[in-house]
Protein backbone atom coordinates (compact mmCIF):
# COMPACT_ATOMS: atom_id res chain seq x y z
CA UNK A 1 0.00 0.00 0.00
CA UNK A 2 1.56 3.33 -0.73
CA UNK A 3 0.90 6.28 1.57
CA UNK A 4 1.99 9.34 0.81
CA UNK A 5 -0.42 12.44 -0.41
CA UNK A 6 -3.98 13.17 0.81
CA UNK A 7 -6.81 12.97 -0.92
CA UNK A 8 -7.40 16.33 -1.47
CA UNK A 9 -3.42 17.23 -2.27
CA UNK A 10 -2.48 17.98 1.02
CA UNK A 11 0.54 16.79 2.34
CA UNK A 12 -0.93 13.25 4.74
CA UNK A 13 -3.32 13.51 7.64
CA UNK A 14 -3.56 11.83 10.34
CA UNK A 15 -7.10 11.14 9.09
CA UNK A 16 -7.84 7.07 8.19
CA UNK A 17 -8.02 6.85 4.52
CA UNK A 18 -6.93 10.05 3.62
CA UNK A 19 -3.44 9.32 2.63
CA UNK A 20 -3.78 6.00 1.04
CA UNK A 21 -4.33 4.94 -2.44
CA UNK A 22 -7.79 3.28 -3.05
CA UNK A 23 -7.47 3.30 -7.01
CA UNK A 24 -5.85 -0.54 -7.14
CA UNK A 25 -9.22 -1.24 -5.75
CA UNK A 26 -10.75 -0.11 -8.68
CA UNK A 27 -9.82 -3.04 -10.55
CA UNK A 28 -12.65 -4.77 -8.50
CA UNK A 29 -15.36 -2.90 -9.88
CA UNK A 30 -14.03 -4.34 -13.63
CA UNK A 31 -14.61 -8.21 -12.35
CA UNK A 32 -18.01 -7.43 -10.45
CA UNK A 33 -19.01 -5.69 -14.22
CA UNK A 34 -17.62 -8.55 -15.84
CA UNK A 35 -19.76 -10.81 -13.26
CA UNK A 36 -22.83 -8.85 -13.91
CA UNK A 37 -23.37 -9.24 -17.99
CA UNK A 38 -24.89 -12.74 -17.27
CA UNK A 39 -27.74 -11.01 -15.99
CA UNK A 40 -30.89 -8.86 -16.96
CA UNK A 41 -29.48 -6.07 -14.89
CA UNK A 42 -29.48 -2.50 -17.08
CA UNK A 43 -26.49 -1.95 -19.72
CA UNK A 44 -24.44 -4.72 -17.58
CA UNK A 45 -23.50 -6.54 -20.70
CA UNK A 46 -23.03 -3.35 -22.59
CA UNK A 47 -20.77 -1.94 -19.78
CA UNK A 48 -19.05 -5.37 -20.08
CA UNK A 49 -18.09 -4.79 -23.53
CA UNK A 50 -17.06 -1.46 -23.31
CA UNK A 51 -14.87 -2.41 -20.65
CA UNK A 52 -13.25 -5.05 -22.44
CA UNK A 53 -13.45 -6.80 -19.05
CA UNK A 54 -13.08 -10.22 -20.08
CA UNK A 55 -9.81 -9.41 -21.30
CA UNK A 56 -9.02 -7.78 -17.69
CA UNK A 57 -10.52 -10.81 -15.77
CA UNK A 58 -8.01 -12.80 -18.24
CA UNK A 59 -4.97 -10.69 -17.75
CA UNK A 60 -5.24 -10.94 -14.03
CA UNK A 61 -5.63 -14.80 -13.91
CA UNK A 62 -2.98 -15.08 -16.37
CA UNK A 63 -0.54 -18.30 -14.73
CA UNK A 64 -2.88 -18.98 -12.10
CA UNK A 65 -4.59 -22.02 -13.28
CA UNK A 66 -8.05 -20.37 -13.08
CA UNK A 67 -10.55 -19.11 -15.87
CA UNK A 68 -12.96 -16.65 -16.03
CA UNK A 69 -15.40 -19.22 -16.41
CA UNK A 70 -14.05 -20.95 -13.37
CA UNK A 71 -15.23 -17.64 -11.28
CA UNK A 72 -19.25 -17.69 -12.99
CA UNK A 73 -21.03 -19.12 -9.94
CA UNK A 74 -20.14 -15.91 -8.48
CA UNK A 75 -22.20 -13.85 -11.16
CA UNK A 76 -25.57 -14.94 -9.48
CA UNK A 77 -23.95 -13.42 -5.73
CA UNK A 78 -23.63 -10.06 -7.98
CA UNK A 79 -26.99 -9.99 -9.32
CA UNK A 80 -28.57 -10.79 -6.38
CA UNK A 81 -26.78 -8.02 -4.53
CA UNK A 82 -27.11 -5.38 -7.02
CA UNK A 83 -30.99 -6.18 -7.32
CA UNK A 84 -31.33 -6.10 -3.61
CA UNK A 85 -29.67 -2.62 -3.29
CA UNK A 86 -32.03 -1.51 -5.80
CA UNK A 87 -35.13 -2.72 -4.75
CA UNK A 88 -34.48 -1.54 -1.32
CA UNK A 89 -33.41 1.84 -2.53
CA UNK A 90 -37.35 1.69 -4.27
CA UNK A 91 -38.67 0.54 -1.48
CA UNK A 92 -37.70 3.84 0.65
CA UNK A 93 -39.85 6.30 -1.56
CA UNK A 94 -36.65 8.27 -1.82
CA UNK A 95 -36.04 10.59 -4.99
CA UNK A 96 -32.46 11.33 -3.73
CA UNK A 97 -29.84 8.87 -4.04
CA UNK A 98 -26.12 9.36 -3.18
CA UNK A 99 -24.32 6.29 -4.16
CA UNK A 100 -20.45 5.65 -2.99
CA UNK A 101 -17.99 3.66 -4.67
CA UNK A 102 -20.46 2.88 -7.35
CA UNK A 103 -17.90 0.94 -9.21
CA UNK A 104 -19.17 0.74 -13.42
CA UNK A 105 -22.48 -0.75 -11.66
CA UNK A 106 -24.28 2.36 -13.88
CA UNK A 107 -27.61 2.41 -11.35
CA UNK A 108 -27.90 5.83 -11.65
CA UNK A 109 -28.19 5.72 -15.40
CA UNK A 110 -31.10 3.47 -14.90
CA UNK A 111 -32.72 5.27 -12.15
CA UNK A 112 -31.90 8.74 -13.26
CA UNK A 113 -34.48 7.50 -16.71
CA UNK A 114 -37.39 9.13 -14.59
CA UNK A 115 -36.51 12.66 -14.42
CA UNK A 116 -37.74 12.91 -10.62
CA UNK A 117 -34.82 11.09 -9.46
CA UNK A 118 -31.67 12.80 -8.55
CA UNK A 119 -28.50 10.31 -8.86
CA UNK A 120 -25.17 11.26 -7.20
CA UNK A 121 -22.93 8.12 -8.84
CA UNK A 122 -19.68 9.04 -6.76
CA UNK A 123 -16.49 6.69 -6.82
CA UNK A 124 -12.71 7.69 -6.98
CA UNK A 125 -11.36 9.72 -9.85
CA UNK A 126 -10.39 7.14 -12.57
CA UNK A 127 -13.61 5.12 -12.39
CA UNK A 128 -15.97 8.34 -12.11
CA UNK A 129 -13.85 9.43 -15.47
CA UNK A 130 -14.24 6.13 -17.14
CA UNK A 131 -17.82 6.05 -16.27
CA UNK A 132 -18.66 9.28 -17.81
CA UNK A 133 -16.95 8.13 -21.17
CA UNK A 134 -19.04 4.61 -20.83
CA UNK A 135 -22.40 7.21 -19.61
CA UNK A 136 -21.98 9.34 -22.60
CA UNK A 137 -21.65 6.44 -25.29
CA UNK A 138 -24.74 4.39 -24.06
CA UNK A 139 -27.16 8.07 -23.84
CA UNK A 140 -25.65 7.71 -27.56
CA UNK A 141 -26.36 4.37 -28.83
CA UNK A 142 -29.82 4.09 -26.82
CA UNK A 143 -30.81 7.94 -27.07
CA UNK A 144 -31.78 8.23 -23.68
CA UNK A 145 -32.49 11.49 -22.62
CA UNK A 146 -30.46 13.34 -20.11
CA UNK A 147 -32.64 14.91 -17.41
CA UNK A 148 -29.66 16.95 -16.14
CA UNK A 149 -30.22 14.37 -12.72
CA UNK A 150 -27.08 12.25 -12.46
CA UNK A 151 -23.87 12.92 -11.33
CA UNK A 152 -20.41 11.48 -11.10
CA UNK A 153 -18.19 13.38 -8.76
CA UNK A 154 -15.08 11.74 -7.68
CA UNK A 155 -15.65 10.93 -3.82
CA UNK A 156 -13.28 8.78 -1.79
CA UNK A 157 -15.83 8.16 1.10
CA UNK A 158 -13.23 8.27 3.90
CA UNK A 159 -13.06 12.31 2.63
CA UNK A 160 -15.93 14.51 4.73
CA UNK A 161 -15.03 17.04 2.66
CA UNK A 162 -15.19 15.62 -0.89
CA UNK A 163 -18.56 14.33 0.52
CA UNK A 164 -19.77 17.14 1.18
CA UNK A 165 -19.04 19.02 -1.42
CA UNK A 166 -21.16 16.11 -3.82
CA UNK A 167 -23.77 16.89 -1.91
CA UNK A 168 -24.06 20.37 -2.56
CA UNK A 169 -26.74 20.65 -4.97
CA UNK A 170 -29.38 18.25 -3.41
CA UNK A 171 -32.52 19.21 -1.56
CA UNK A 172 -32.24 19.53 2.51
CA UNK A 173 -36.03 19.15 2.44
CA UNK A 174 -36.52 15.83 0.72
CA UNK A 175 -35.05 12.37 2.31
CA UNK A 176 -31.76 11.21 0.85
CA UNK A 177 -31.09 7.22 0.54
CA UNK A 178 -26.94 6.91 0.58
CA UNK A 179 -25.16 3.17 -1.01
CA UNK A 180 -22.24 1.65 -0.87
CA UNK A 181 -22.04 -1.94 -2.01
CA UNK A 182 -18.82 -3.57 -2.11
CA UNK A 183 -16.94 -0.75 -0.28
CA UNK A 184 -16.39 -2.34 3.16
CA UNK A 185 -14.90 -5.91 2.42
CA UNK A 186 -11.82 -3.61 2.08
CA UNK A 187 -11.35 -1.25 4.36
CA UNK A 188 -9.90 -1.61 8.06
CA UNK A 189 -12.13 -1.08 10.78
CA UNK A 190 -10.57 2.73 11.23
CA UNK A 191 -11.79 3.22 7.95
CA UNK A 192 -15.34 1.69 8.15
CA UNK A 193 -15.18 3.66 10.86
CA UNK A 194 -14.43 7.28 9.32
CA UNK A 195 -16.39 5.86 6.39
CA UNK A 196 -19.37 5.66 8.54
CA UNK A 197 -18.91 8.34 10.53
CA UNK A 198 -19.23 10.68 7.33
CA UNK A 199 -21.99 8.49 6.46
CA UNK A 200 -23.65 9.50 9.75
CA UNK A 201 -23.10 12.96 9.35
CA UNK A 202 -24.95 13.50 5.46
CA UNK A 203 -27.74 11.65 7.44
CA UNK A 204 -28.25 13.94 10.20
CA UNK A 205 -28.13 16.92 7.26
CA UNK A 206 -31.45 14.77 5.66
CA UNK A 207 -33.95 12.34 6.60
CA UNK A 208 -32.69 9.61 5.35
CA UNK A 209 -31.32 6.05 5.39
CA UNK A 210 -28.21 4.15 4.37
CA UNK A 211 -28.84 0.89 2.35
CA UNK A 212 -25.41 -1.89 2.05
CA UNK A 213 -25.03 -4.86 1.90
CA UNK A 214 -21.25 -5.14 3.08
CA UNK A 215 -21.18 -5.95 6.46
CA UNK A 216 -18.99 -9.31 6.81
CA UNK A 217 -19.29 -12.40 9.49
CA UNK A 218 -15.42 -13.66 10.17
CA UNK A 219 -17.00 -17.17 10.45
CA UNK A 220 -19.29 -16.83 6.88
CA UNK A 221 -16.24 -15.19 4.78
CA UNK A 222 -13.64 -17.62 6.09
CA UNK A 223 -16.16 -20.67 4.83
CA UNK A 224 -14.90 -21.07 1.55
CA UNK A 225 -13.70 -23.02 -0.88
CA UNK A 226 -9.77 -23.47 -1.79
CA UNK A 227 -10.46 -21.87 -5.70
CA UNK A 228 -12.37 -19.19 -3.67
CA UNK A 229 -9.19 -18.75 -1.39
CA UNK A 230 -6.83 -18.25 -4.20
CA UNK A 231 -8.99 -15.63 -6.16
CA UNK A 232 -8.96 -13.56 -2.93
CA UNK A 233 -4.90 -13.90 -2.53
CA UNK A 234 -5.26 -12.65 -6.20
CA UNK A 235 -7.50 -9.87 -6.15
CA UNK A 236 -5.62 -9.02 -2.51
CA UNK A 237 -2.11 -8.87 -4.88
CA UNK A 238 -3.26 -7.00 -7.74
CA UNK A 239 -5.78 -4.54 -5.23
CA UNK A 240 -2.72 -4.04 -2.48
CA UNK A 241 -6.02 -4.93 -0.47
CA UNK A 242 -7.14 -7.88 1.89
CA UNK A 243 -9.96 -8.68 1.07
CA UNK A 244 -12.54 -9.45 4.70
CA UNK A 245 -9.57 -9.06 6.55
CA UNK A 246 -11.56 -7.09 9.41
CA UNK A 247 -15.17 -9.01 8.80
CA UNK A 248 -16.90 -9.03 12.14
CA UNK A 249 -16.20 -11.24 15.05
CA UNK A 250 -20.46 -11.97 14.83
CA UNK A 251 -23.57 -10.25 14.71
CA UNK A 252 -23.05 -9.25 17.99
CA UNK A 253 -19.98 -7.33 17.57
CA UNK A 254 -21.08 -5.94 13.85
CA UNK A 255 -24.45 -3.85 16.45
CA UNK A 256 -21.77 -2.96 19.15
CA UNK A 257 -20.05 -1.25 16.21
CA UNK A 258 -23.03 0.30 14.80
CA UNK A 259 -24.58 1.07 18.26
CA UNK A 260 -21.12 3.14 18.84
CA UNK A 261 -21.82 4.89 15.33
CA UNK A 262 -25.24 5.77 16.73
CA UNK A 263 -26.42 3.80 13.68
CA UNK A 264 -29.77 1.81 13.99
CA UNK A 265 -29.85 -0.80 12.03
CA UNK A 266 -32.79 -3.37 10.30
CA UNK A 267 -31.32 -6.32 8.46
CA UNK A 268 -32.64 -8.22 5.59
CA UNK A 269 -32.55 -11.50 3.73
CA UNK A 270 -33.28 -10.24 0.53
CA UNK A 271 -32.70 -13.01 -2.10
CA UNK A 272 -36.03 -14.76 -1.89
CA UNK A 273 -37.65 -11.79 -2.11
CA UNK A 274 -36.05 -10.44 -5.95
CA UNK A 275 -37.47 -12.38 -7.93
CA UNK A 276 -35.83 -14.73 -11.00
CA UNK A 277 -31.49 -14.46 -10.92
CA UNK A 278 -31.20 -14.61 -14.36
CA UNK A 279 -27.65 -15.61 -14.40
CA UNK A 280 -28.23 -18.87 -12.88
CA UNK A 281 -30.14 -19.88 -16.08
CA UNK A 282 -27.88 -17.73 -18.68
CA UNK A 283 -24.94 -19.84 -16.83
CA UNK A 284 -26.50 -22.92 -17.11
CA UNK A 285 -26.08 -23.08 -12.91
CA UNK A 286 -28.08 -25.18 -10.50
CA UNK A 287 -31.15 -23.07 -8.93
CA UNK A 288 -29.90 -24.67 -5.93
CA UNK A 289 -26.09 -22.94 -5.49
CA UNK A 290 -27.23 -19.95 -3.16
CA UNK A 291 -29.20 -22.33 -1.03
CA UNK A 292 -25.92 -22.49 1.45
CA UNK A 293 -25.10 -18.73 1.41
CA UNK A 294 -28.64 -17.42 1.08
CA UNK A 295 -28.70 -16.91 5.11
CA UNK A 296 -25.07 -14.78 4.42
CA UNK A 297 -26.38 -12.53 2.07
CA UNK A 298 -27.82 -9.50 4.12
CA UNK A 299 -29.18 -5.94 3.28
CA UNK A 300 -28.99 -3.23 5.60
CA UNK A 301 -31.04 -0.01 6.20
CA UNK A 302 -29.28 2.42 8.75
CA UNK A 303 -30.38 5.10 10.04
CA UNK A 304 -29.48 7.73 12.84
CA UNK A 305 -30.42 5.79 16.29
CA UNK A 306 -33.69 7.34 17.30
CA UNK A 307 -35.23 8.29 14.13
CA UNK A 308 -38.32 7.14 12.58
CA UNK A 309 -38.52 6.05 9.09
CA UNK A 310 -39.64 8.09 6.53
CA UNK A 311 -43.22 6.19 5.54
CA UNK A 312 -42.75 4.02 2.09
CA UNK A 313 -43.14 5.41 -1.55
CA UNK A 314 -46.85 5.26 -2.84
CA UNK A 315 -45.90 3.51 -5.81
C1 LIG B 1 -15.93 -4.21 -5.39
S1 LIG B 1 -15.99 -2.65 -6.19
C2 LIG B 1 -17.71 -2.34 -6.04
C3 LIG B 1 -18.20 -1.43 -7.11
C4 LIG B 1 -19.71 -1.40 -7.29
N1 LIG B 1 -20.38 -0.86 -6.14
C5 LIG B 1 -20.23 -2.77 -7.63
O1 LIG B 1 -20.99 -3.35 -6.84
O2 LIG B 1 -19.85 -3.27 -8.69
C6 LIG B 1 -15.26 -1.56 -5.01
C7 LIG B 1 -15.31 -0.12 -5.43
O3 LIG B 1 -14.83 0.68 -4.35
C8 LIG B 1 -14.19 1.80 -4.90
N2 LIG B 1 -13.37 2.39 -3.83
C9 LIG B 1 -12.29 1.86 -3.24
N3 LIG B 1 -11.84 2.68 -2.26
C10 LIG B 1 -12.69 3.73 -2.22
C11 LIG B 1 -12.78 4.90 -1.44
N4 LIG B 1 -11.88 5.15 -0.48
N5 LIG B 1 -13.77 5.77 -1.66
C12 LIG B 1 -14.69 5.54 -2.64
N6 LIG B 1 -14.65 4.44 -3.42
C13 LIG B 1 -13.68 3.55 -3.23
C14 LIG B 1 -13.41 1.23 -6.06
O4 LIG B 1 -13.02 2.22 -6.98
C15 LIG B 1 -14.44 0.25 -6.62
O5 LIG B 1 -15.23 0.85 -7.60
New binding site residues.
Given amino acids: MTAKTSADGSPGSSRP ?1 LDIH ?2 K ?2 L ?2 QL ?2 YMRQFSDIPFASDVADLLHSRQVFEALLRGQQMTPEDLTWYAPIFEA ?2 KSVTGAIHRTGSRQVLE ?6 LRGLAFAQDPAFTYIES ?2 TS ?1 SAEKEAIIARLRQKYGLADHGNLYFPA ?4 DRSQLQEAIQRLDRDRPLVVVS ?3 FP ?1 LSRDEMRAVASNIREVLAEFKGSWITPDFSIKEEVERVTEQQRSFRRIVAAATEHKMYNNAFDSLEQLQAFLDEMGLAAEMHHPVDEIGEIVSLRELHLPAALLDPIKASLRLWVLRLSGEEPSPPAAS
Fill in positions: GYEISTAAARYLASGLTDLIVNALEGLY
